[in-house]
């Protein structure tokens, strides 16, 4: 179960003390604004980012909570909108994350467990997407699917040539 399951179950997230809140952007402009960096999103018109923003919930993190934990199911990418966390491999840091990053970007379309835990090092604000949704989005919107699929395979294609 994922930190918004978590939240919505009554459970904090992560197990810890005071949970993930949610939270609110004041206007539906400022999270499409939030996520037209996004490399995922890359292409999408602001129609489209508008749609992608109906499905997400905005919570926020603790210093310390985690946001996912390597090995578990994964349900859900997060956006990070503000704040910073570090992202670790097998106990090993493999990077930093911050404002514009996304996580968990592969739990939308697979059911592979996460290959990596994300720990909140300040406070951290994040737009969350349920997978389940994303799919029913993708269905609904097949133009979005198309869109987004064409900017994972420029990013593979890009990592392919660097190793």
């Known amino acids: ?3 918004l399951a978590k939240h919505e179950a009554g459970y904090s997230a992560a197990g810890f003390a005071g949970g993930c809140r949610l939270a609110l952007l004041n206007r539906r402009e400022d999270k499409i604004d939030a996520i037209a960096d996004v490399a995922l999103f890359a292409g999408l018109s602001k129609k489209e980012l508008g749609q992608i923003v ?3 919930k905005e919570v926020e993190f603790l210093p310390r909570e985690y ?3 390597e090995g578990e ?3 859900e990418a997060m956006i990070i909108l503000a704040g910073k966390a570090t ?3 097998g106990g090993r840091k493999i990077a930093a994350v911050s404002t514009g990053s996304i996580i968990g970007e592969m739990s939308l379309l697979t059911d592979l467990p996460r290959n990596a835990t994300v720990r909140a090092d300040t406070f951290v604000t994040a737009l969350v997407m349920n997978s389940a949704q994303f799919v029913r ?3 609904e919107h097949p133009r979005v699917g198309v869109k987004i699929l064409r900017t ?3 990013r593979l294609a890009r990592q ?3 190793h």
């Open 67 to 69: 946001l996912a934990y």
């Open 160 to 162: 392919s040539r660097i």
């Open 54 to 56: 109906g499905i997400v």
């Open 1 to 3: 179960m994922g930190p």
């Open 152 to 154: 994972v395979a420029w």
């Open 87 to 89: 992202v670790r491999r």
């Open 73 to 75: 199911a994964g349900q």
């Open 137 to 139: 989005l993708i269905d």
